[in-house]
Antibody, heavy 117, light 108 residues
Framework: QVQLVESGGGVVQPGRSLRLSCAAS????????LHWVRQAPGKGLEWVIF??????YYADSVKGRFTISRDTSKNTLYLQMNSLRGEDTAVYYC????????????WGQGTTVTVSS | SYVLTQPPSVSVAPGQTARITCGGN??????VHWYQQKPGQAPVLVVY???DRPSGIPERFSGSNSGNTATLTINRVEAGDEADYYC???????????FGTGTKVTVL
């Protein structure tokens, strides 16, 4: 079945970097767009990044610090997070979608990132 | 930036109808999607493109969208519907995806 599995979360100091992975299975990875969405403790959902393989869009809060990429040979989506701040502490979800105006129809279980000294 | 406003909470008795609103400037011109999130779980899509339901979502869940307000309606509410609900749109003017502030549905 269609599945997304995130990994790579952990505890990191402010200013450091971390890379998250999202392994996809059960669908043609190269044919679908993907998002990263995060949720700070006790807060609502916040959209972070969208990529359809050619275009990439970033939330203002992460632009210039976070980068999305994908390896189609490994069916894996990545989120490179640099210059991490305390406000980046959250559960990070990857989600599959048909395109920019389409719904996020499949979500991973999330991976937790904690930025703390 | 585009803002979507939801009521923080909605309370409803079992068997009754819950209506969750999502307000945004001319939201009727956009496609609205709704997600259900239970504690400790990832969000689940319950309505897409204003009023369509993914397979596996009960017919009790429906949506509408007009003017400045989109609405998610849950008929014959069950205890298992207790969750946080979020609306979401694509704002083409900013190339940003936007989530609503979220609504906690409590089943009395």
């Amino acid at each position: 079945q269609v599945q997304l599995v995130e990994s790579g979360g952990g505890v990191v100091q402010p200013g450091r970097s971390l890379r998250l992975s999202c392994a996809a299975s059960g669908f043609t990875f190269s044919s679908y767009a993907l998002h990263w969405v995060r949720q700070a403790p006790g807060k609502g959902l916040e959209w972070v990044i969208f990529s359809d393989g050619s275009d990439k869009y970033y939330a203002d809060s992460v632009k210039g610090r976070f980068t999305i990429s994908r390896d189609t040979s490994k069916n894996t989506l990545y989120l490179q997070m640099n210059s991490l701040r305390g406000e980046d502490t959250a559960v990070y979800y990857c989600a599959k979608t048909g395109g920019a105006d389409y719904a996020m129809d499949v979500w991973g279980q999330g991976t937790t990132v904690t930025v703390s000294s | 930036s585009y803002v979507l406003t939801q009521p923080p909470s909605v309370s409803v008795a079992p068997g009754q109808t819950a209506r969750i609103t999502c307000g945004g400037n001319n939201i009727g011109s956009k496609s609205v999607h709704w997600y259900q999130q239970k504690p400790g779980q990832a969000p689940v899509l319950v309505v897409y493109d204003d009023s369509d339901r993914p397979s596996g979502i009960p017919e009790r869940f429906s949506g509408s969208n007009s003017g400045n307000t989109a609405t998610l309606t849950i008929n014959r509410v069950e205890a298992g519907d207790e969750a946080d609900y979020y609306c979401q749109v694509w704002d083409s003017s900013s190339d940003h995806h936007v989530f609503g502030t979220g609504t906690k549905v409590t089943v009395l």
